[in-house]
């Protein structure tokens, strides 16, 4: 069985966020309104972790592909003869979600450290996974200030590893829904903003005004009417 790499999508028209899977010629239908839909390009999460850790890093890449969310993990993607920095920050300003497999020897990584300051910069989620008890260094500690890391080394790393997809998929239907949460602010101040050549201080109404005698002849039919009424107030 090949698991279909799903991706969170916009729908304008259902005003939803929907899984839409990849696509050979770039559109899928909105599998809630059938309205044409772009497939979303790219990877959706980018790997981060040092050598030393690779078994786990691919642990999380297994997870990830059992759960159809689209991933870039080096080794899997860099060819023979290939250039790892062509090859690695390519993908890096595509994907929406960063997982970092957070341990003594990532944070000794300069490479590491280029990718998560570069995640963090372009405001990409950032989500660490520690899988060991350490230390975390102070110019790390300032880095990952807004972020939470999960302990990956406390339970059976399959319970971590389910936890995390589940932080995966939230984040990515977060940024999904941002056309969502974006409405209201830019219907706000398209409010806001007054009309070219409309003072917002004077009203462009000129209000009731009395009708002048020479305009008497255009009102007929209600004669006994307006005598009963100037009766009233004379």
């Keep these: ?16 966020v929907v899984d839409v899977p990849d696509s050979p010629d770039g559109t899928v239908p909105c599998p809630s309104c059938g309205a044409v839909l772009a497939s979303p ?3 959706d999460v980018f790997i981060s972790y040092a050598s030393p850790d690779l078994a786990l ?14 991933h870039w993990l080096a080794p899997d993607r860099i060819g023979m ?19 970092l497999v957070l ?11 280029r990718e998560i300051t570069d995640s963090i910069s372009h405001n990409r989620a950032v989500l660490p996974l520690r899988i060991e008890d350490f230390e975390l260094p102070r110019e790390w500690n300032i880095l990952l200030s807004h ?3 999960e302990d990956a080394f406390r339970q059976a790393f399959d319970v971590h590893l389910d936890h995390l ?42 209000g009731p005004r009395p009708f002048p ?22």
Excluded at 57 to 70: I, K, N, P, T, W
Excluded at 213 to 234: K, N, T
């Design 57 to 70: 890093a691919q642990q999380v890449a297994a997870a990830l592909d059992a759960a159809g969310v689209r």
């Design 103 to 113: 341990a003594s020897s990532s944070v000794r990584s300069p490479w590491v450290r």
């Design 1 to 16: 069985h090949v698991e279909v790499m799903q991706a969170p999508a916009f729908c304008v028209s259902c005003a939803s």
């Design 165 to 206: 997809v589940a932080r995966v998929q939230a984040e990515l239907r977060k940024v999904a829904a941002g056309p969502i949460r974006q409405a209201p602010a830019m219907a706000a101040a398209l409010e806001a903003r007054p009309l070219d050549g409309v003072n917002p201080d004077v009203s462009p109404y000129p």
């Design 41 to 43: 390009a790219g990877c």
């Design 81 to 99: 003869g290939e250039s790892f920095l062509s090859s690695s920050y390519s993908p890096l300003e595509q994907p929406k979600v960063v997982v």
């Design 147 to 149: 972020n939470q890391w």
């Design 213 to 234: 005698s020479r305009m008497a002849d255009r009102f007929f039919g209600r004669e006994h009417e307006a005598e009963a009424l100037l009766g009233l107030v004379a």
